[in-house]
C-alpha cells in the first residue's frame, strides 16, 4: 500500500458487499491474505461469506477470489509436462467411476492427463481410495515420478498436497458451519481454485444433477456450470462444463474394487450404456481442449477405435504398473477384493422402477463399509452393491432390485437404505435423460 493511501478495513468491504456492490481485486485480496494469515478473525470473515450468500459476486469478483485462493498456497508446476495437459473434475455422484476410463481412455490417443486426486467421505471411497483395490497401487509419488510418469505414459493419478489453496480449506470449514455453503460464488471459487492450483492447462467439468447429486435440480447445475467456466475462461483456462444426470447411479456398481472392475469392463467393450456414454463424451472434449482433435464427433471416433483394438484397456494396465500396481488385477478382474457374501434385496411388487434415490443407494454402500462416515473410518475394498434394476426397467416380484456384496451375513442398515431408494410404479418410465448440456 502507498504512503498517503487509506487503509483497507474489513468492516469497510462486509458493508460494502452488505449493499450489494461489487468488491475490487484489492478489497478481495486483502480479505483472502489476512483470513488465511490469522489476521481476520472468523467472526468477520463469516459476516463476509453471508453477505456474499444474499449478494452474490459478478464473474470478475468470482475469477478474482478464485486467483486468490490459488495463490494462497503453493501451485504445481507442470510445464516440464510434453503438450496440453487436460484433467476433470467431477462434482461427486453415486457409481462414478468416469475418471478410471477417462484417464487411460484419453492418454491411448496421447493427450496427457496429470490428476491430483482425494480421498472420499461419504458414500465410497474417493478416486484413490478406489485405485488402492488395486494390489500395491499408490498415488504417494514424487513431483518428479508423476511428471516423469505423464511424459512416458500420458497419465499418471497423484495425491492432493496438503497445501493446495488453504484458503478455500479454511473458509469451507468456516461456511459448513454458519450455513453459507450453498452460494454459488463461494462453490464454484472452492472447486476451481483447487483444480487451477494443479496445474492444467484446460479442465473438463462433469457437474452433475439429481437426487444424488451436490445440485438437485437442472437449474442449479447449469448455474454452476456457467460459474466455473467462466472463472476457467477469465483465468485463462480452456474450461468445457458436462451437466449429467445423477437421479441414479451411474454404471451398474456402487463401491471400491467393483468400480474398477465395471471401469475396466468398459475399456475392454463392455455396453453399461450411461457409463460408456458418459466416458466417450467427457473424453472427447478433453482430446478437443487439448488440441488433439478438431472436434468432438473426429475424438470420439478416434476413443471408440482404441477401445475396440484393445489400446484404452492395455493404457490401464500400464498405467496400474507404472504407480507400482499389481497389473494381473486388470488382466483378470476376478482377482480383484470380493466380499464374503452376497444378499439380494428383492422387489416387493411387480411393476416399472421409476425412481432410484441415488444418494441412498450411497449410503447403503456407506453402512457396508465402502465408504467413511468420519475421517478415521477404513474402507473395505471389498463390499459394494450391485444394481439389477435401474430406472425404466420392468420388475417382477420377489425379483432381486440389488445384490449387497458384504462381510457381514446381514446387513439391515443396507438392506432398509436400498427398499427406502425404489420406487417401483404401475406404469412404464422412461429411463432419465443422460446428458442435460454443454456449457462452454
Same mark, same amino acid.
Given at each position: ?5 487509506? &487503509? ?19 478489497? &478481495?485480496?486483502?480479505?483472502?491474505e ?23 459476486m ?24 510434453? $503438450? ?10 453415486? $457409481?462414478?467411476?468416469?475418471t478410471?476410463?477417462? $484417464?487411460?481412455?484419453?492418454?491411448s ?30 498415488t #504417494?509419488?514424487?513431483?518428479? #515420478? ?48 483447487? !483444480?487451477?492450483?494443479? @496445474? ?6 462433469d457437474? !452433475? ?7 438437485k ?10 460459474e466455473?467456466?467462466?472463472i $476457467? ?68 471416433r ?7 483394438? @484393445?489400446?484404452?484397456?492395455?493404457k490401464l494396465?500400464?498405467?496400474? #504398473? ?34 432410484i434415490?441415488? #444418494?441412498?443407494? @450411497? ?11 468420519? !475421517?478415521?473410518? !477404513? ?47 404401475s406404469?412404464e418410465?422412461?429411463s ?7 456449457i462452454?
Amino acid at each position: 500500500m502507498g504512503k498517503g493511501d487509506p &487503509i483497507m478495513r474489513m468492516y469497510d468491504i462486509i458493508v460494502k458487499k452488505r449493499e450489494g456492490n461489487a468488491l475490487s481485486e484489492e478489497e &478481495i485480496k486483502f480479505f483472502i491474505e489476512g483470513y488465511t494469515s490469522g489476521e481476520i478473525p472468523d467472526y468477520q470473515a463469516s459476516a463476509l461469506a453471508m453477505a456474499l450468500y444474499f449478494q452474490g459476486m459478478n464473474g470478475k469478483e468470482t475469477a478474482t477470489l478464485t486467483q486468490a485462493m490459488v495463490d494462497s498456497g503453493e501451485t504445481i508446476d507442470l510445464s516440464e509436462i510434453e $503438450g496440453q495437459i487436460v484433467d476433470k473434475h467431477s462434482t461427486g455422484g453415486v $457409481g462414478d467411476k468416469v475418471t478410471f476410463i477417462v $484417464g487411460p481412455l484419453v492418454a491411448s490417443v496421447g493427450v496427457p492427463v496429470a490428476k491430483m486426486s482425494g480421498r472420499g467421505l461419504g458414500h465410497t471411497g474417493g478416486t484413490i481410495d478406489k485405485l488402492e483395490a488395486i494390489a500395491g497401487f499408490t498415488t #504417494e509419488i514424487t513431483k518428479e #515420478e508423476f511428471i516423469d510418469n505423464v511424459n512416458k505414459h500420458k497419465l499418471a493419478v497423484a495425491g492432493q498436497t496438503g497445501n493446495l489453496a488453504p484458503a478455500d480449506k479454511k473458509l469451507y470449514a468456516l461456511r459448513d458451519v454458519t450455513g453459507t455453503v450453498n452460494s454459488l460464488p463461494l462453490i464454484a471459487s472452492s472447486i476451481m481454485s483447487k !483444480k487451477l492450483a494443479s @496445474g492444467a492447462d484446460s479442465i473438463v467439468l462433469d457437474v !452433475k444433477t439429481g437426487s444424488g447429486a451436490f445440485m438437485k435440480t437442472l437449474e442449479d447445475s447449469e448455474a454452476l456450470a456457467r460459474e466455473m467456466v467462466t472463472i $476457467g475462461n477469465e483465468l485463462g483456462k480452456n474450461t468445457v462444463a458436462v451437466i449429467s444426470d445423477m437421479n441414479q447411479p451411474l454404471g451398474f456398481e456402487v463401491g471400491n474394487a467393483n468400480e474398477i472392475r465395471e471401469a475396466a469392463e468398459i475399456l475392454l467393450g463392455s455396453n453399461v450404456e450411461d457409463l460408456r456414454e458418459l466416458s466417450l463424451e467427457i473424453s472427447s472434449h478433453m482430446c478437443v481442449l487439448a488440441g488433439a482433435f478438431a472436434d468432438p464427433a473426429e475424438a470420439r471416433r478416434a476413443l471408440e477405435e482404441n477401445i475396440s483394438n @484393445g489400446k484404452a484397456h492395455a493404457k490401464l494396465k500400464e498405467f496400474i #504398473e507404472a504407480q507400482h500396481g499389481d497389473g494381473a488385477m486388470i488382466d483378470d478382474l476376478s482377482q480383484l477384493p470380493q466380499a464374503s457374501y452376497h444378499v439380494e434385496v428383492q422387489a416387493s411388487k411387480s411393476g416399472y422402477v421409476s425412481e432410484i434415490d441415488a #444418494e441412498s443407494i @450411497g449410503v447403503a454402500a456407506m453402512y457396508l463399509g465402502a465408504g467413511r462416515q468420519t !475421517k478415521e473410518d !477404513k474402507i473395505d475394498h471389498s463390499v459394494g452393491i450391485t444394481l439389477k434394476k435401474k430406472i425404466g426397467d420392468k420388475v417382477e416380484e420377489g425379483e432381486a432390485l440389488v445384490v449387497l456384496h458384504s462381510n457381514t451375513g446381514n446387513p439391515e442398515d443396507s438392506i432398509a437404505k436400498v427398499e427406502e431408494a425404489y420406487t417401483i410404479s404401475s406404469k412404464e418410465t422412461k429411463s432419465p435423460t443422460l446428458i442435460h448440456n454443454i456449457i462452454k
